[in-house]
């Protein structure tokens, strides 16, 4: 018996190890793809150690395409829009879950049944929108329609719903009013699913890419989802120009590597605030 | 009692105040940004798709002109044999991974939560960037899956090969989140069950017919849903890897509204394609759940 364990705790090792490395190798070989000069990328010799790294593409890619700029952006764009939901879904979320109100679970319903209604429906309505504002190539455009997303109601609407009514009966009969109960009762408890939210949201609004790629037009808001999606897509004709392998593996690195180290400080958090979102539906 | 009967009078007086007012506060700014900005432009979104309208110019109410053009376009006839097929190919994979991923990395062994890093990481990098790694990745002279092969097949240039390529980079990138959500499906399941069907001598076979995936149907239910709304709605991977190319091989629908709205602006005729997507949605999502509760009968 214990040799049958044995065994198969040194299979089920096998297999980790093969997992891990079909699910890495592809961002090994971009950073390593990144450092390597010319010559030893385009080849069919497998060398995953450049020798001797280079910054070259780095420079080229940092001196031809303004990928701070975008990286700016996103960070900005990204971080106000989850400040915005957790603000705007709290609020929303806990009047839903613990209000009475006329209407309230037909709102409910409306609300949730946008979540079935592809986005690309909205954007062209989105776009004559924030033209007529003027507001297209802004912040402004990026941000607001994350506002009114629908996935972040619903989870703090469920979170709101698990506490317990009795935290809330006692700080009224102490004299809370509901803004006073929200703030410092409500909230507290519930930063797991602020967190969860929080994560979430972000990451959605980091990769987003259909909606910003018609609501920017220049690098001023452009995001790096869609500065980078210029990296082959701009190639002349159908012939691709070869030799743009490394600049592209260097301008990926950079966009890549800064969720990558985010998601690796945080993992648990990440994983448990993703698990959460499958609740919906 | 006399003392605090007015008291309790007022509370309920100022209960019912903030009946009137409060919950309509708390709401107020977010519904501002859902009505202006989700249900309104879908309601607008439906509208245009009736009218001819084309960026400039004044609309036209044009019927259903549009929804009939629709049957007779062979591009769009391309883009939703597409995007089924890359659903097709996408979903059973997506899923089945997924769950096996999640079986696999729950056994009780060190190093699983590794796994789960190694696993998930890809879904934290934005799609254009896989959609740029990818591209290299499936080069055909140079590209490292090809070197690794030892052939050179033609990913991406050739039309029977690029929609495999897509899927390929498609699966890397979001198995991860399946796996997530398969793993959060797998510890609800009480361990004390695992127990009782061990005493009642099941073996580790027997017990993963009759218990986990039983137990775990409402979450690959909703794996499922989700996985096929998603792969449906594919996009940026498309865009950056193809465009939609070689010829049309690869055009799907949401690049088909893109290119139709946003590179012709015909706003009327690409409006039309996405109420197709949504009524598609919706239909696979009526489907499905009544299959699922037939499931879920039948089981129980």
Do not use: C
Not at chain 2, 185 to 195: A, F, V
């Amino acid at each position: 018996m214990r040799r049958r364990n044995a065994i198969v705790a040194t299979l089920w090792y096998a297999v980790l190890a093969g997992i891990i490395v079909v699910m890495m190798a592809p961002v090994a070989w971009m950073i390593s793809t990144a450092f390597k000069p010319e010559l030893q990328i385009l080849t069919t010799q497998i060398r995953w150690i450049p020798d001797p790294p280079t910054l070259e593409h780095f420079q080229t890619v940092l001196s031809r395409h303004a990928i701070w700029r975008w990286l700016v952006n996103s960070v900005v764009v990204a971080t106000a829009a989850t400040l915005l939901v957790l603000l705007l879904d709290s609020l929303a979320g806990y009047a839903l879950a613990r209000m009475e109100f006329f209407g309230r679970d037909a709102l409910f319903a409306v609300i949730l049944s946008m979540l079935f209604v592809p986005l690309q429906i909205t954007v062209i309505p989105l776009f004559l929108i924030f033209a007529n504002l003027g507001l297209v190539d802004t912040y402004a455009a990026l941000i607001l329609p994350v506002g009114a997303n629908v996935t972040g109601v619903f989870l703090m609407r469920q979170f709101f719903l698990s506490i317990p009514g009795e935290l809330e009966d006692a700080a009224r009969v102490d004299g809370a009013n509901d803004w006073q109960i929200w703030a410092r009762v409500v909230l507290p408890l519930a930063r797991p699913a602020l967190l969860a939210v929080a994560i979430v949201t972000f990451l959605s609004a980091w990769n987003a890419f259909f909606w910003p790629l018609i609501a920017t037009r220049s690098d001023a808001a452009r995001p790096l989802a869609v500065g980078i999606a210029q990296f082959l897509t701009l190639r002349p004709g159908l012939a691709q120009t070869v030799q743009a392998y490394g600049p592209s593996m260097a301008a990926a690195t950079i966009a890549a590597l800064p969720p990558i180290l985010f998601f690796f400080a945080l993992q648990r958090h990440f994983i448990q605030g993703v698990s959460m979102t499958g609740l919906k539906g | 009692m006399r003392i605090l009967a007015p008291a309790g009078f007022q509370a309920r007086a100022a209960a019912r105040k903030r009946i009137h007012w409060t919950p309509f506060l708390f709401l107020a700014p977010y519904l501002f940004l859902f009505v202006s900005l989700r249900l309104g432009p879908s309601l607008i979104g439906l509208a245009i798709s009736f009218t001819n309208w084309s960026a400039v110019g004044v609309p036209q109410w044009v019927g259903l002109a549009n929804y009939q053009a629709l049957f007779i376009d062979p591009r769009f006839r391309d883009a939703l044999t597409n995007t089924v097929i890359f659903t097709a190919m996408a979903v059973p994979a997506l899923v089945g991974l997924g769950l096996a991923f999640a079986l696999f990395l729950n056994q009780p062994h060190r190093g699983r939560g590794l796994g789960r890093v190694a696993v998930f990481t890809p879904y934290v990098i934005m799609p254009t960037v896989v959609g740029v790694l990818w591209t290299w990745i499936l080069e055909k002279d140079f590209g490292l899956l090809n070197v690794l092969l030892g052939r050179q097949i033609p990913w991406l240039v050739s039309p029977s090969w690029a929609m495999l390529g897509l899927v390929l980079a498609a699966v890397w990138s979001m198995v991860g989140y399946n796996t997530v959500l398969f793993l959060a499906g797998l510890q609800d399941i009480p361990t004390e069950l695992y127990e009782a069907a061990r005493i009642d001598g099941a073996n580790a076979w027997r017990s993963f017919w009759s218990l986990t995936l039983p137990l775990l149907a409402p979450t690959a239910f909703l794996v499922l849903m989700l996985t096929i709304i998603n792969t449906f709605q594919v996009f940026d991977l498309v865009y950056v890897m193809t465009s939609g190319g070689p010829g049309t091989s690869t055009l799907t629908m949401v690049q088909y509204v893109y290119t139709t709205a946003f590179q012709f602006f015909k706003f009327g005729y690409g409006s039309a394609v996405a109420m197709v997507m949504f009524v598609i949605l919706v239909i696979v999502a009526l489907i499905q759940t009544r299959a699922y509760r037939r499931g879920l009968e039948s089981i129980y």
